[in-house]
DNA sequence: TGCTTGCCCTGTACCGGTACAGTAGCGGTT
DNA sequence: AACCGCTACTGTACCGGTACAGGGCAAGCA
């Protein structure tokens, strides 16, 4: 107890106990190095002088892998805000738990550029709705850090799950189509932080959304209404998780039901939105949305699906259980999570065997890619247009 | 590009400018000790040579810092699941995102114990709903790595965060109890993975109940019940975020009107919970459940708060927007996260200053400990009592 | 008996950095 | 000229482990 006690090591126990260093070391990571005679009284050894087990750091250092795989995320403010990220990290977690591997929340930020290097050690890293070209995310694909990129752009050679978003709005714009409606409005986020409708023409909104899948949906939802000769009203909804029904207040805000242009007169109108009839049905950018358009419709005395239809992504938990319940775009988390780790574990895996350093490139085969389908759910919020 | 390319260390990059190893390092982790016109030519040898920076895993070995703080946490399926934990882990991820900190989610679990003593480096470690004496805990414990405990039952001298969960249980109970309501239910969690009511007495649950919050939360209901000689009817919810209504399903079925036992004739009857008259009010251990007793209730053409009133606890996002909204006890989420982070840090810089690795006992000051108010928070879901 | 085999344990050589205590040079007092 | 205090850089000594290639020794086998 006197005041010179030195930090208790591998080495501490293995005087103790009269061995070498490396087999104390093996008694925690290598059972099966040594007798279990000799194992037990190392153990008992070092429960007496206090030693815990191998230092992580220590170890990461000289095994050259940490047991943890780092979540890179734009940020993390958001990514627990939402309801979908929130479950796919769940997947994610859960995915991980049978491996032992810890998941690491990386700060993307770099607040002050000037704060040092900070960077912790992982094994693999999945970038998750992330703007490419993070300075984190270069900095680990340069050191050669397996790296799964999911719900992102396409990167040149780098793993990849991205879910089909485009098919998916494509299918909910078709519904909506089929229901006959023609006055379709769209509420989406990535636009910009002041809810409002946009006058821009689509193509241009395209152009502007950044994130990838606002922009997917976007396509998606264009691809059908484009198809059909139909020019959507789009408005802003802020990247809010409390307001949600601020963007379908401002679409419904700019309908003047005096107002005679009809909106299937198709792209001639170069001046972009103008106040048009109410739209009959929403396209809205998620459930949560959906869900704050339903709010706006109700406070507004539409009903929905009657006077107004709507559609939701992502199939929440909530959509089944709004009043209506929602016709939305179902993507599967839970596939999403799998996939990303399966392939993040392939690669930690394959790098381990080839060399612990070697080049970021993969001469193996195509790089592995996962799109997961999208299923398109009827529910009671979208039916018939009513008649004009 | 021969196959001799070995891995690129500070050494190279030493080699190509012709400085020692020491500059190099200094060059990317202390700017101000080189003038800095070497440090730039440093720099640009390090991009030429593809050297990233410096390796985490060896910088955090010879620190003795990592940059991360881990999450120590019972089931990370169940913290995504629910939507308080997910703010809170939301919390601490906006406390720590300026400190530059990463948050490491450590697997408690070590499902098959064989496996290797898999831990992770972190420089200090929040325990969240966790049952105490976790093997990683004492383990983190004991290296003398910093932790705060957060809704844990108090430790022995540890840091601690603590929401008065008992007196906004016992607040919400005499809320009730100040309607004129008498015959209570309790729907709750932690006694057992069927629904279905209990037969045993309050005092046996109160004893059953392991984890903290539902434990805590019990005991504010019954200080309250008892006091006015109140017995509940209990209802066991199972741990399951998607059927949030059995809990109340159970208890419902369990009322026979026909039955003329009056719950108020006090503790008499020993048998337990018997069918008595159905409960003309609820209090829910969480806002979710709540919404699915709202549901169950409404699924019965009961009405709320008419012929039952509700309450839940959290004030989670939804409580404000359920029909009709939810009376509930509130409590700050972020607050709590707050709290731990800012408690965190302050033990992670104590220690540095302190030693390196001193005994994990602190000898200074009584450990700070944390207990954060609740409020109730009465909305529409609650209301007179029914005369019987 | 001699040779192989396999089990246990040890020695050496790293893993890739950082802390700390110099040392050299240099402009400026006294 | 001796002394001082700076700034800019260097050398050494770790940080606490693990991989890998032996080496001693008893059992198995011809």
């Known amino acids: 107890m006197g005041t010179g006690t030195r930090k208790v090591t591998l080495q501490t126990v293995a005087d103790a106990v009269g061995v070498s260093r490396m087999t104390v070391s093996n008694a925690f990571s290598r ?116 790296l799964v990129h999911v719900d992102q752009p396409p990167d040149d050679d780098a793993l990849a799950v991205n879910v089909d978003d485009r098919a998916g709005a494509r299918a909910a714009a078709q519904h909506l189509l089929d229901f006959g409606h023609r006055r379709i409005g769209i509420v989406t986020v990535g636009l910009g932080d002041r809810a409002g409708v946009e006058a821009r023409p689509p193509a241009e909104l395209v152009a502007t959304t950044a994130a990838h899948a606002p922009r997917q949906r976007l ?108 016709t939305t775009v179902r993507q599967d988390v839970d596939a999403k999570g799998r996939a990303a780790v399966g392939a993040l574990l392939d690669a930690i895996a394959a790098r381990r065997v080839r060399a612990p350093g070697s080049p970021p490139v993969r001469p193996d085969g195509p790089p592995r890619r996962v799109v997961l389908p999208t299923q398109l759910v009827a529910r009671g919020s979208t039916g018939p247009a009513p008649h004009a």
């Open 219 to 326: 396509l998606g939802w264009l691809d059908a209404l484009d198809a059909a000769g139909v020019r959507p009203v789009v408005a802003r909804q802020p990247d809010n998780y409390v307001d949600t029904h601020l963007g379908a207040r401002a679409l419904l805000d700019a309908s003047d039901p005096a107002a005679s242009v009809d909106s299937v007169s198709g792209p001639a109108s170069a001046t972009g939105a103008v106040p048009g009839p109410r739209p009959t049905a929403v396209l809205c950018f998620s459930d949560a949305i959906a869900e704050g358009t339903l709010r706006e419709a109700r406070a507004r005395g539409l009903r929905v699906p009657q006077d107004l239809s709507v559609v939701g992504f992502d199939d929440n938990g909530l959509a089944g259980w709004t009043d209506p319940p929602l």
């Open 31 to 146: 059972p099966d190095q040594l007798s279990e005679e000799l194992r037990v009284r190392i153990l008992d050894a070092a429960e007496r002088l206090g030693y815990v087990g191998p230092d992580p750091a220590a170890r990461g250092l000289a095994r050259g892998s940490v047991g943890a795989v780092g979540l890179l995320t734009a940020s993390l403010r958001h990514t627990f805000s939402d309801e979908i990220s929130t479950r796919f990290l769940g997947a994610i977690a859960r995915e991980l738990a049978p491996t032992g591997l810890a998941l690491t929340l990386l700060p993307t930020a770099e607040p002050a550029d000037a704060a040092p290097a900070w960077d912790v050690a992982v094994d693999g890293g999945i970038v998750y709705s992330c703007p490419p070209g993070s300075r984190s995310i270069e900095r680990l694909r340069r050191r050669g850090v397996p």
